[in-house]
């Protein structure tokens, strides 16, 4: 468990720095596109505001998107004492606790760092799982808490958000004719309009897998987590199974905040999109989470 932890932290990070790469040398190329090199400063700022916004804003965009209302002890006593064990048993403060009215089984965690974490669950979720297999889930969650997921991943969806952004922004202006003519020092260079085209339009399919990449990789950190919060990785295992076999995603289910959730949440789409959502999918096969978490309970 604690060499696939460190695995994964590991390469999460090489993935983040390639992020940060990636948006600078686009931005950078863009203004060289327009003829305007000094505008990579304003860009700059720009992203780093939006990701500002999206680290403070994450949480609350993913409550009401999903619909989502906190619940006291009293509305489910079982679901909220097993967050309050879980909490104390990992050193976490106690988040607070959602419920969403949604009849596919799933669950995620947000907010910026442990103080202000929230978790929540559908209401589909509850009946279906045993109660070592909720521990299963409710720990997954915990997990990406504890190692701060919930924050890394709200920077990394503000960077895919900016790299499309600058690329709308680039195709509207070389369409229009740049920023300015050639007397005020904006002249367009051809050569460069060519790359940046190019570049408006992989940069955005590069920066959708990196961050898939970088998302299936914080699932596994967090399954090896939560299967060492518990000590019983069969839990989760057992729920992601079931989880897997509802055949429907959620009724309101969002791209934007797919990756925050244990599960997919787009599941039973057909034909094309069902291809695409497959191949942009933010989780790993379920079957190899599974496997991985079977592999660990072997190895106790």
Do not use: C
Request: glycine share 10%.
């Amino acid at each position: 468990m604690y060499s696939q932890i460190a695995s994964n932290k590991r390469r999460s990070v090489i993935y983040a720095l390639g992020f940060v790469v990636l948006v600078g040398a686009f931005g950078y190329v863009i203004t060289l596109a327009l003829g305007r090199p000094g505008f990579f400063y304003p860009i700059l700022i720009f992203a780093i505001a939006y990701a500002l916004f999206s680290y403070f804003g994450s949480a609350k965009l993913a409550i009401m998107t999903s619909g989502a209302r906190e619940i006291a002890k009293a509305d489910a006593p079982e679901l909220y004492r097993i967050v309050e064990n879980l909490s104390i048993t990992a050193g976490l403060p106690m988040p607070k606790v959602y419920i969403i009215d949604d009849p596919s089984p799933n669950a995620f965690a947000t907010g910026r760092d442990p103080q202000h974490a929230v978790v929540a669950v559908t209401t589909g979720i509850l009946p279906l799982l045993e109660k070592t297999e909720l521990e299963g889930v409710l720990a997954h969650e915990l997990s990406h808490v504890g190692n701060y997921d919930i924050r890394f991943m709200a920077v990394i969806i503000a960077l895919v958000s900016i790299i499309s952004l600058l690329a709308d922004l680039f195709l509207r202006l070389s369409f229009w004719g740049g920023m300015g003519d050639d007397d005020e020092g904006g002249g367009m260079n051809p050569v460069m309009i060519g790359i940046g085209i190019a570049g408006a339009i992989l940069a955005p399919i590069a920066a959708a897998l990196l961050q898939m990449a970088i998302s299936r990789r914080r699932e596994f950190l967090a399954d090896a987590s939560g299967a060492l919060l518990t000590r019983y990785p069969e839990g989760l295992a057992g729920a992601l199974e079931k989880i897997e076999a509802y055949p429907q995603g959620m009724q309101r289910a969002s791209s934007a905040t797919a990756p925050l959730y244990i599960s997919n949440t787009l599941k039973g789409r057909k034909g094309f999109a069902q291809g695409i959502s497959k191949l942009f999918s933010t989780h790993p096969p379920t079957s190899e989470r599974i496997k991985r978490l079977r592999e660990m309970e072997s190895q106790q």
